[in-house]
């Protein structure tokens, strides 16, 4: 996992964002490591065994699960269902999962089909999905750039 730390870091801390689509950060990490085997299970298994805390949460505005850091506005760590440094937000599907391989297998069943057509990246106003566009492209290359 060499950029999604960094852009997560760069969207959430610096432009106060709540993070990203599954299918985004898949398309990134493929993207800068040229891994086009990079998916939703290595994706999971690389935050869980993170020294940094991740949120999947649900944003409301895209209609779909993102990842991201702590926001205020989240209940305390310790009210939500986790999986080492991975933690469940108010997504009753996922919190109901019993165990860290059901987390991967809910995931998987709902981003599988767009990451293996690359639909990565889900335009806000169209609300479709396409591979990662040149806007995506330069958030990639700015959050590579930031020091850890």
């Known amino acids: 996992m060499q950029v999604i730390p960094k852009l997560i870091d760069y969207s959430c801390e610096q432009q106060g964002r709540y993070g990203f689509s599954i299918p985004f950060l898949i398309?990134?990490?493929r993207y800068v490591t040229k891994n086009n085997d990079y998916s939703i299970n290595d994706l999971?298994?690389?935050?869980?065994?993170s020294e940094i805390k991740y949120f999947i949460s649900n944003c409301k505005e895209l209609d779909e699960i993102i990842i991201g850091h702590h926001k205020t506005e989240y209940p305390h760590f310790a009210d939500l269902k986790n999986y080492n440094s991975?933690?469940?937000?108010d997504i009753?599907?996922?919190e109901n999962t019993v165990n860290f391989q059901e987390l991967i297998n809910c995931i998987t069943e709902l981003y599988s089909c767009k990451i293996?057509?690359?639909?990565f990246s889900k335009n806000y106003y169209t609300r479709k999905w396409s591979n990662l566009t040149d806007s995506d492209i330069t958030?990639?290359?700015n959050a590579k750039k930031i020091k850890r």
Do not use: P, S
């Not at 991975?86 to 937000?89: C, F, T």
């Open 27 to 29: 398309g990134a990490e």
């Open 44 to 49: 999971l298994n690389d935050l869980k065994n």
């Open 86 to 89: 991975v933690y469940i937000n």
């Open 92 to 94: 009753d599907f996922l």
């Open 116 to 119: 293996e057509n690359e639909l």
């Open 139 to 141: 958030e990639i290359e």
